[in-house]
């Protein structure tokens, strides 16, 4: 995940001083940073700029031939696409996608030592790896036909009751546990939140400590709780400057071939949170904007939306 | 504590099966219950009756020589009292406080056998002992000053900022931890809650997962959440009747002779739930009233009511 | 993972009681279990037999033809092999592998209601899924050449140094995680253990204290304790016959293209217990035979072994 | 607790670094430490000397008349005693108990801020509070008996069986837990260990996790695991200099009047760990020396050694 921020000291000091994330590299407009049981040298960039929004949300692809591919997907689509330069990375595909979200496809990043065993680096919340990304979605249905069309398999989806009941949101894996993407209905393309493993809700309840008693009482936005969807333990803060950062320990295994997904009833308050607490109007309503949000194929029309 | 109940198998299915509370003796009028940690007869009394309510709250004395100090102290201040007789308790004076809290003072109970270290018994929550109890009372200086003058001592208040301001809460301790006792700020007197301690948040965890998939979910209150008064990780939960019960695990030591009391603004709110979280409405306003109250002493004046 | 059992009515006491899998299906002959968060059927198989073995260990295949792939495998290589009715399962495939090690192929099998926030049914260790099995091999070389060929991935490998080191045993992997199946040098063809998830440490230290304090304290053979290879915090137990059950909390994750396998020297004690402890000696040498070992191909040669 | 250590440099490193205490102050030849919880300002002093060893042990008395009241008890004792200046404390009494332990009787300390939610500064195993010390002592019972007639309470002992089994170790409290001394059949007077609390087993778990990879694996003596006596969860490390600490997680209340005193046989593994495990040898032979030993009274008798 790539973050413009406004003040590269002040975030670097959230998410390596507060989360406890490892910072790889960093330069005068750039930090680099890895979760602990991450070998590539990154997994989020966070880069100065003068209005904070997500840059980019990437995926790793298995090989240079994924690349082609690609590009010819993007190319039959007449998606915005080409490739860049990223330092550490292999070659590396920008594509905007059909909705307008911001994507990169990585074949391949540059390794760094082993650290989950070296304990004495643990900080925060013990931050393993990347989870997933959440985008908010103004068709979710038509999100999830489209990622699925590109691999992704559903697990657990929300939806109006009814016979015409629209799906709000939906959670879609590649890696056999619970997502590595979820769309959620609102205005979009926005990031909405993306993800990082801790390994027991008691790290999750340490950080809370931390960060009520270090000057980011404010910064904590919902939770410490547990998720219908996903059983996860979960904690949502926001960063300086307002990118929301969920943390997340415990979910479940779907690699089964024949895995069905789950649905719930956006009528049953235990999808959110399974002890019955509602989230705040800010999370169903702010997001982090992509870097341009112009480029969306005029093909694309979104405008009913449901509340998640 | 004694409480009134109206379905006395739906208590003790909720005390039993749901807290892990060890069910000592039972006939059918009364269900015995205990802490695992606790080696004498009982901690909590259920008893069927109409109106749910509270009978008494109870405290254990060195011995005889405090029962006849006791009844030294009513005689003195005309509170209403008597000698009862109580299954598997020693000998046990009645008395209701100035305040016209019911209380017993019980100088024995029967021992039972030792199961702390019989884990196969743990359900629940792991209840380990009974931890405290907290009253609704008009004027709170006024109760801190009358068990100040029993032998509790202040750990920690709430107060309202300013010159004038009142006490809206204090805790007390004889036991060198944070409280054996406190009192809150509201219509009283009224037990607001009692409370059994957990031995982590982990235990809590898992009884809001359990509480919210079996039936209970209406009944998660507030929490879980971190105390800044007591620093103890808490869950309130309320029983069949709608008696409120506290789980909570870590609190801090307080035998120093010289311990000082900490103090909170009422404007921090931190104070209530570390992490910002407010309690409910409920929570403020919600109690158990005591079998009778009718019997305070007619000198005892509450009138001025402030938020707590 | 089918077992042969003696005692059927100890070993569900042993697997639901204390354990705490769920059993799904019970005859006279049989008890089918699950983990918490499986749908399929049953992961374990208790079968009454006379002599304590393994009857087979199984494998979910994608579909219909991967068995008809299997069975071309087992032609090609001569193996024992035969369709075979399974209760609650579709098209299996019983095979012999090249090693001696008897394989079950299941193309499908029922589904059962989810049970992973069915909190009210969490007992024991809250095992949530089976994650791997671990056997002996007399030459683990050949092993890990033979399930590489079948598409499993190494993911780390212990090895004696110096040039002519040989490798003492092996971790391999499908589903993304440190392993589905591990070779470990010994007397084969026998399983060393099996091993369910659990979701914390904290769910492994209780089983400690509940087994100790209910008659299984001479079950508990080896840990708790963090192993350096997987980085997973470990418990092994030993069921009523002697077969060997781990407990298992967090590894990594491993699906990366180009995860590279990690190397442990035999010399560095970390590499089995993190803290230092070693392993006693039974769990170096005892394992569950299968239920016929005389199938084994005459090509197959195995002679040395060196301690792992 | 006043321990001489070697390279002060390398002490602090261990306990402020690994452990986590808060160092309060220092100069060139001490180091004041104190937990998380204590408000005091320190519970542990390093002094830097040539001969690693124990300078004493001490106890908050509750004020200045119990100083009075200890140096007359010194006098007719005959034991050896002086008024002694010690930095941060208020008037305090060195004393030698006549089983040649050396003591401090400390009447006041200087108070500092209150750390217990400046969870920004947790570090290591999250330290509480000091807990207790273990002391070896040649004739327990003789301790035992000398130190209830200090107003110490007996709450645990382990016993050899037999009509003439001699106490092979007992457990004295003053603050309501299961101990706040403990003496160890063994060559005396020296310091077997001491304790400081720790919130859970998770940080005791984690700390074996830093100490492992950190340069501090053969400093792990013994656990962790469940102590049979006190219940608690355990971890005995040992600091640079070789004096013994242990991180104590969890006990039980003990301050019924009638609180009655559990037997261990010598015979009962459990009572060192529940779980089974025994402990290495150094645990029983090696402790650190008081920093004089030659000066018990001539009338002290220790003769007869048995296993602990």
């Known amino acids: 995940v790539r973050l413009i921020v406004r003040d590269l000291g002040a975030s670097r000091a959230f998410y390596e001083g507060v989360i406890g994330l490892i910072v790889e590299d960093a330069d005068e407009d750039h930090v680099w940073l890895r979760g602990l049981e991450e070998r590539q040298h990154h997994s989020l960039v966070l880069e ?11 995926f790793r692809v298995f090989g ?11 190319k039959t689509l007449g998606l915005q696409h080409s490739l860049v330069q990223r330092r550490y990375q292999g070659r590396t595909l920008f594509v905007v996608d059909p909705t307008g979200n911001r994507l990169e496809l990585v074949s391949g990043m540059e390794k760094r030592d082993r650290l989950l065993q070296q304990y004495g680096l643990y900080r925060g919340v013990h931050p393993q790896r990347l989870d997933h990304v959440n985008l908010f979605a103004p068709e979710v249905q038509a999100s999830l036909d489209l ?3 590109l691999g992704f398999r559903l697990t657990e989806y929300a939806e109006e009751d009814g016979p015409n009941g629209r799906i709000a949101a939906g959670w879609m894996h590649r890696k056999g546990n619970v997502h590595d993407i979820a769309f959620t209905n609102g205005t979009g393309p926005r990031l909405h939140h993306f993800c990082y493993w801790a390994p027991t809700a008691m790290n999750i309840i340490h950080l809370c400590d931390v960060m009520a008693t270090t000057g980011y009482l404010t910064n904590m936005e919902r939770g410490p709780g547990r998720h219908g969807i ?79």
């Open 64 to 74: 240079e031939e994924d690349i082609e591919r690609a590009i010819h997907w993007a």
């Open 230 to 308: 996903s059983n996860a333990f979960f904690l949502y803060v926001r960063d300086p400057d307002g990118h929301r950062l969920e943390i997340y320990a415990s979910d479940y295994q779907t690699m089964d071939p024949d895995h069905e997904p789950i649905r719930w009833s956006l009528r049953d308050p235990r999808r959110q949170t399974l002890w019955g607490a509602s989230a705040p109007k800010s999370w169903f309503e702010e997001g982090s904007a992509f870097l341009e949000t112009s480029q969306r194929p005029a093909s694309f029309k979104a405008d009913v939306i449901v509340a998640s």
């Open 48 to 58: 100065r700029g003068e209005a904070p929004c997500c840059a980019s949300i990437g």
């Open 147 to 149: 990622y699925a069309s």
